[in-house]
Nanobody, 125 residues
Framework: QVQLVESGGGLVQAGDSLRLSCAVS????????MGWFRQAPGKEREFVAV????????YSAGSVKGRFTISRVNAENTVYLQMNSLKPEDTAVYYC??????????????????WGQGTQVTVSS
């Protein structure tokens, strides 16, 4: 059974940092891309960043570029999202997801096959 389990969310102040984790189990994702999405109340799910598991190449949304960094540790089967200089508009539930496409980067949530349960990030001003 495939499982993606996020952790690391919380309540922080603007300018603070958080690191989200996504622990992956149940299968090998070496040919997958792992993405982070977020969803604020009343808004659609939004792409944040993606990393190809095997090569480590990444792509990020313009709104987080320079502030958020996606990475993975193969030995831990874990994907991370380091979030710096957080802003109130970053407040959302953050989701980890797996995309079976063997190349490229997808930014649509519908392209991702597996999803975690989400972790809440709240940034106060």
């Amino acid at each position: 059974q495939v499982q993606l389990v996020e952790s690391g969310g919380g309540l922080v102040q603007a300018g603070d940092s958080l690191r989200l984790s996504c622990a992956v189990s149940g299968r090998t994702f070496s040919n997958y891309a792992m993405g982070w999405f977020r969803q604020a109340p009343g808004k659609e799910r939004e792409f944040v960043a993606v990393i190809r598991w095997s090569r480590g190449s990444t792509y990020s949304a313009g709104s987080v570029k320079g502030r958020f960094t996606i990475s993975r540790v193969n030995a831990e089967n874990t994907v991370y999202l380091q979030m710096n200089s957080l802003k109130p508009e970053d407040t959302a539930v953050y989701y980890c997801a797996a995309d079976r496409a063997s190349f490229g980067f997808h930014v649509r949530a519908s392209d991702y096959e597996y999803w975690g349960q989400g972790t809440q990030v709240t940034v106060s001003s």
